[in-house]
């Protein structure tokens, strides 16, 4: 693999973080409990949209095939996508939701942290922008832990229900693999597990404020990052790619 | 081939401030009262021998508008007989302290409260119908990505407020 081989797969997978995520949470635009977090899960989801967008914009770039950030997104098959399994992951409820966001975007904001630091500048003015409205989300996620940790005994149940259901998808986020030592080998990006130790002190603190407890690490799912999908994400693909699917090269 | 010539010829003359002047007639899609200068969206017009390039960049990364505000920025130039490249830059990042001072008092004007300049972060947010500084924030996620939702306790109105980032 040469270096923009590497670069291309790395961007690529950041591309698939963003806009697995990304269409998860629009599906759940009208179902929010209240009328302030539809609006928050919908500028979550096009916070991510626009990041897929810029991700796969430069992968194109690197490519150099003539393919588009539609052609990323809509015409590759689900073996084709590496992004983290957390983030295919069905909604499920509220607090499902909120502890989806608040796992991986204690997760992603280091990682983008770190990327404002690489050597790569594309990714540098992207992880640049996308910094700082990850940095709002995870506020806003970190919030809800506490709040609902803190809250009713149903509260904290489900809470601690959603945290527990989803950790074992935590593990992922810090194994690299062949493409993240060869990126971090030439063009300084992160090694992801030297993040989680500040994972962990984030999470700890937010967990500790919430009255919750940290699930023990077990077993750990992984996969995504070999094209390797929970059965969830052909569904999402299904949807999502179902427009150009069926009317190739559709414009509006 | 009669547009390349006229983009030549006006170039002759053609000055940044003029482009700018220009462009501050082009609002802004989803706040109309700014213009895409009072936001600091345009970040820079760069008039070359051979064509006038003005430089754009998001104030999200989602921002829906992008092509909206390249289309009018088109239009508006090719108005003047101009057709200009417009590029979009992400570096450094947009921030609500490009805002100019104009922006502000015309943003503060239509009822939504502008960002705050940076050496006044602390001031507390007063409501832009009665003034009181009796505010709770609702939401820090507004109907458009750069606001939040607030609440005048005295007057009891809702109300928006740019955020800083």
Aim: proline share 5%; net charge negative; with cysteine.
């Amino acid at each position: 693999m040469d270096a923009v081989e590497t670069t291309l797969r790395y961007t690529l997978r950041l591309g698939d973080n963003a806009l697995i995520l990304g269409q998860r949470l629009a599906e759940y635009v009208t179902r929010a409990p209240e009328l302030e977090e539809e609006l928050a899960v919908a500028n979550f989801a096009l916070d991510y949209i626009g990041q897929a967008r810029l991700f796969y914009s430069r992968a194109a770039e690197l490519e150099g095939a003539g393919r588009t950030e539609d052609d990323f997104a809509f015409l590759r098959d689900g073996h084709e996508f590496e992004n983290l399994l957390l983030l295919e992951q069905p909604n499920g409820h509220f607090g499902d939701i909120i502890a989806r966001q608040f796992l991986f975007e204690s997760f992603y904001l280091l990682q983008l942290e770190a990327l404002c630091r690489c050597r790569d500048q594309p990714l540098v003015e992207i992880a640049a922008r996308a910094v700082k409205e990850i940095r709002y989300h995870l506020r806003h996620a970190s919030q809800w832990v506490i709040r609902l940790g803190d809250g009713t005994v149903e509260s904290h149940a489900r809470m601690q229900g959603s945290l527990d259901e989803l950790w074992p998808w935590t593990g992922e986020m810090f194994t690299g693999d062949a493409v993240d030592e060869a990126f971090a080998r030439d063009s300084g990006g992160p090694d992801l597990a030297k993040l989680r130790p500040a994972w962990q002190q984030q999470v700890d603190g937010v967990l500790a404020k919430a009255t919750l407890r940290r699930p023990e690490d077990g077993w750990m799912q992984d996969g995504g990052k070999r094209g390797r999908h929970s059965e969830h994400l052909g569904y999402l693909l299904a949807e999502m790619q179902f427009l150009q699917r069926a009317y190739p090269g559709a414009l509006w | 081939m009669s547009g390349g010539r006229v983009v030549q010829a006006a170039n002759r003359w053609l000055r940044k401030e003029e482009v700018l002047h220009w462009l501050e007639d082009v609002a802004d899609p989803e706040i109309p009262v700014l213009s895409v200068v009072d936001l600091g969206v345009v970040r820079d017009v760069r008039v070359h021998r051979d064509g006038v390039e003005v430089l754009i960049t998001p104030t999200y990364s989602g921002c829906p508008a992008m092509e909206v505000i390249e289309e009018r920025v088109q239009e508006a130039l090719a108005r003047r007989g101009v057709t200009p490249t417009v590029r979009r830059v992400l570096s450094p990042p947009w921030t609500t302290d490009w805002m100019s001072g104009a922006g502000r008092r015309k943003l503060a004007q239509y009822g939504i409260v502008p960002p705050r300049a940076p050496a006044h972060r602390d001031h507390p947010i007063a409501c832009p119908r009665c003034a009181s500084t009796e505010t709770t924030r609702i939401s820090e996620f507004g109907s458009t990505p750069c606001k939040a939702a607030w609440r005048c306790n005295a007057c009891r109105e809702p109300f928006e407020q740019f955020k800083c980032i």
